[in-house]
């Protein structure tokens, strides 16, 4: 259903379901730290379908609400929206819907699809910003993080709203934007040496050896068995799992994965 809302005096157009779901989810009692309530929401999502493109709606752009169908990337920013919801404690679909505009979009304003945060290092650059979380590869001994990042505006074939203009000149500014910024990463041979340090709810994007493109998968740390696994929706299992080996074997798996970024809320 389509629902225009205000929030602050501005007025949010949201494709938008399930407003007692975003109120149940709400009721998740706060942990003692914003990763412990991270960890608490992303579990109440357990089981829930895998599904690709849930933002690609007809029309001009509007914020989409959606907690039933996910892919990794509207996984990670619906529990951030709602963590950040409950720690404020105004438990309101209204204050949620500002929270998730907040993290998807340039300085949440839905402008246009340009306008989102369509590179995971962006993402998490904007919450480093807004002083909602801190990146911790370097702190942690990580290496610099240096590939250019350009893979949407290289393959503007695959992405049918670059076709128009105005789109593809502001994805191209976000990239050239993010490639002015000295990133950190930690390869994956090293992962080990740093599991200790990683909490439930520190923020995993997964760097990928493509050309072009930053991270191909993300999730959130979740610490089992004095072990760290990867809390994300799969798309080989089609749902949100935690996975079945902790993390560093995860990525030993996949060949194109090289490694971790990895930001903490505070």
């Known amino acids: 259903m389509i629902k225009v809302s205000m929030w602050l005096g501005l007025w949010l157009a949201c494709v938008i379901g399930d407003p007692e779901l975003i109120q149940q989810k709400l009721q998740i009692p706060k942990g003692q730290t914003p990763g412990e309530t991270v960890g608490t929401v992303a579990l109440s999502f357990l089981n829930t379908p895998y599904v690709a493109r849930t933002l690609e709606q007809p029309g001009d752009e509007q914020l989409v609400v959606n907690l039933r169908e996910l892919d990794c990337t509207t996984f990670v920013e619906n529990v951030l929206a709602l963590t950040q919801t409950i720690e404020s404690d105004t438990l309101t679909v209204d204050h949620f819907k500002h929270q998730l505009a907040r993290y998807r ?12 945060q369509h590179y995971f290092s962006s993402f998490l650059q904007q919450l480093v910003r807004y002083g909602d979380a801190r990146l ?12 250019p990042i350009d893979f949407m505006t ?41 599991e200790s340090k990683l909490r439930t709810g520190d923020i995993i994007g997964i ?9 191909s998968h993300e999730g959130f740390a979740y610490q089992k068995g004095g072990k760290v696994y990867l809390l994300h929706a799969s798309t080989d299992q089609k749902k949100v799992v935690i996975s079945a080996e902790p993390l560093a074997a995860y990525l030993n798996r996949h060949r194109d994965q090289t490694g971790i970024i990895v930001a903490r809320l505070q």
């Open 105 to 116: 979009y340039d300085q949440g304003k839905v402008q246009g699809y340009g306008s989102r």
């Open 136 to 147: 911790m590869a370097e702190e942690w001994g990580g290496v610099p993080y240096n590939k």
């Open 154 to 194: 290289k393959h503007r074939n695959l992405y049918a709203q670059l076709a128009d203009s105005q789109n593809f000149e502001r994805v191209q500014s976000l990239e050239q934007a993010l490639n002015q910024v000295q990133k950190y990463y930690i390869p994956k041979d090293k992962l080990p040496a740093i």
């Open 207 to 215: 760097t990928s050896a493509k050309a072009g493109l930053d991270v």
